[in-house]
Each structure stands twice: as structure tokens, then as C-alpha cells.
């Protein structure tokens, strides 16, 4: 679905005090961004916000950043956090909103960051063979992902072929698939977040499937 433009959205965005501007500029540095400490958690393709929204407040432990590739869908997440956490009395400080292409997601990002955990959710499926290097989970993603992630990577969709390609892609990219289910509700996973697409496509008879990965470790040998 093509999205309309919207002039507004970026003039909002740039006045969100949770809003990074240059994320390329704080590559390598992102600790230095939120100075606590704390671990970092990143949504890659975050739409409106349905779970960064819930994110924000699930894990009160951890510094988030949401990235989206569309000013028109991260002014709408924006929103969405900035209400959650005004609902639950926080401030902004552990959250961050950017604007990023995620295909060349690694020069945003480097080894010296250590992200804990990567969520993607509900990602575009790009079921033609010719569109399907875009997808989040491609092989040559999931590489670049690698150089920066210390833990897991959390991934969800309802699409079928998607799914089952992906296991294939994270095999050949040198990722352990440690949890895996392809009904999530019905396996008992205690700390998924449904947002609104997510039951829309749970009510339309859809079954949710979900993996846990994590990089393997480096062989030693040589």
C-alpha cells in the first residue's frame, strides 16, 4: 500500500526531543547516545508504532530504538510512544526514533554498539523472486545484523512462505534458531506483545509464527 505523502510529518519528527536526526553520526556510539548504560534493544521496521507503543513500557529496563524507513509512518509511531509513556507517567530518555534505510542498516551501526536484541515484526513479505534480497530476514541482512548483535533476534509474521524461507536464510547467515513456533498463540510464549495487525491477522484465521535466533559463535579453528 502506497502511503500518501504527508509535509507535516518531518517538521514534527525533527521537534521530538526522542528524535535522532543523523543516526549515521552516532554509529559506533550509541551507548554515548543514551549514557546509562543499559542494554539496547532495536526494532527494525516499526510502522505506526503498534509495538514500540507496548515496548516502551513492557521492558522499563532497557534503552529502545524504533527505525522506520518512512517519515509518514514514524511520526505516527512517534505519537503512539510519546502517549504510552505519558499514560504510564516515564519520560523519553531510554527511547530514540530514527529514520534509516535498514537495507544499509550498518552504517548506522557497528560492532563497538552491541545491540542486545533485534525485533522484527511483520515485515513487507516480498513474495516475488525478484524483491526477495529486500526482505528484513534475507541472508545479506541478517549478515550485517551480526556485526552488532550481542544477543537475540526476535522475529514474527504471519506469512507462510516468508517464514519458512527465512529459517533457510538464517541457517546460511550463521544464526542458531533456539526457540520456534508456527502458531504463537497457541504455544504459551509469555512475553509477546500482540498489536492491532497482529490480531487483525490472528482473527482472519492466520497463524503467528515466531523465532528466537542468535549468532553462532565464531569457529576459533585456524
Known sequence: MRIRCKPW??????????????????????????????PIYLELGCGKGGFASQAVLHWTDVN??????????????????????????????????????????????????RIDRIF????????????????????????????????????????????????EYFEDAGFEVKYLTRDLHASGFAENLVTEHEQMFTEEGKNIKFLIAVPKPQSTEG
Not at 528524535?19 to 548504560?37: C, T
Not at 505516527?76 to 529514520?99: S, Y
Request: net charge neutral; with cysteine; charged share 30%.
Open 9 to 38: 510529518a518531518r517538521p514534527e519528527l525533527e521537534a521530538c526531543p526522542f528524535f535522532i536526526q543523523e543516526p549515521a553520526a552516532s554509529r559506533g556510539s550509541w551507548d554515548k547516545v543514551f549514557g546509562n548504560g543499559k
Open 120 to 167: 522484527i515484526n511483520f515485515c513487507n513479505p516480498w513474495p516475488k523472486s525478484k524483491h526477495k534480497k529486500r526482505r528484513l530476514t534475507h541472508t545479506r541482512q541478517l549478515l550485517q545484523y551480526k556485526a552488532f548483535l550481542k544477543g537475540e533476534l526476535w522475529f514474527k509474521t504471519d506469512d507462510d512462505e516468508l517464514f519458512e524461507e527465512s529459517l
Open 64 to 113: 529502545f530504538i524504533a527505525v522506520d524507513i518512512k517519515n509518514e509512518m514514524l511520526v505516527l509511531a512517534k505519537r503512539k510512544i510519546e502517549q504510552a509513556l505519558a499514560g504510564a507517567g516515564m519520560t523519553h530518555e531510554q527511547v530514540r526514533v530514527m529514520i534509516f534505510n535498514i537495507s544499509n542498516i550498518c552504517n548506522a551501526f557497528s560492532e563497538e554498539d
